[in-house]
């Protein structure tokens, strides 16, 4: 059934122009940023500290967040449209559709920036002409697996609050909200920041991916941050499909 479902999630992804459109804007923002970023370092002096996620902002920074809103789309144009209706008569087992968008949709996330990661760092690496950056040390290295998988969780949240919410444009904010305004807020306000911050899910996620403290202490390492991001799209994920099982379409 699992494998019926995720064939029939692969032709609605191919049959529908969001997800060109999002994977358009990825792939611009992936490139472009690191083109610009190694276009505008070219030629600093060597006291400025150049950090490799920097080149890959494009993708972890924005292209992203495209993705969670692609993954929104994915789950909240079904029952805008009303074909969710007919997707749970096909598979009645509801978790089995959710499922079959995180492979899809995750799958395709992870492989776009996948691929879109090992463009940037050595675009932008060539076009500044720093030699502070190490395409083949460890930050480097896991960025090339740490991206993917940071996309893939992301997909998951994406995915969790459209099917927890239901409404394109309160999913969206909500996403927005959450992962550009609120935690950078509270991570910003003074005594807050130091128990707010490191339980910020987005904001343990870029510490995972760059390594930078945002002002205040952690109380774990780069890859505690990664497993507390697991977690949380965990839960996310898996209380839309607790909701989803139950809820009617």
């Not at 505008?40 to 920097?54: F, I, P, Y």
């Not at 809103?69 to 969710?84: H, Y």
């Not at 909200?177 to 003074?190: D, F, K």
Request: charged share 10%; with cysteine.
């Amino acid at each position: 059934m699992l494998t019926n479902t995720i064939a029939a999630e692969r032709i609605k992804l191919l049959t529908t122009r969001s997800p060109y459109w999002c994977v358009g804007i990825v792939i611009a923002l992936g490139i472009g940023l690191a083109l610009i970023l190694g276009l505008v370092t070219n030629g600093e002096s060597t006291s400025v500290e150049t950090n490799v996620s920097d080149y890959a902002v494009g993708v972890t920074g924005f292209g992203i967040t495209v993705l969670m809103i692609m993954a929104v789309l994915a789950v909240t144009s079904e029952f805008r449209f009303g074909t969710i209706r007919t997707t749970f008569q096909a598979v009645p087992q509801r978790y089995n559709v959710l499922l079959a968008k995180a492979v899809v949709y995750g799958g395709l996330s992870a492989v776009i920036t996948f691929v879109l990661t090992l463009i940037a760092l050595p675009l932008g690496k060539a076009l500044s002409g720093s030699d502070d950056v190490d395409l083949l040390g460890s930050h480097a290295i896991r960025l090339y697996w740490g991206v993917p998988v940071y996309a893939f969780l992301a997909v998951l949240i994406g995915l969790g609050l459209g099917a927890l919410i239901r409404q394109t444009a309160g999913a969206i904010v909500v996403l927005l909200v959450w992962s550009l305004v609120l935690e950078n807020v509270l991570s910003a306000i003074p005594k807050v920041s130091d128990v707010a911050g490191p339980l910020m899910p987005f904001l343990n996620a870029n510490h995972f991916i760059d390594g930078r403290d945002y002002g205040f202490d952690w109380w774990w390492n780069e890859y505690g941050s990664l497993l507390y991001f697991i977690v949380v799209a965990a839960l996310v994920f898996g209380a839309a499909v607790f909701v989803t099982d139950r809820r009617d379409a």
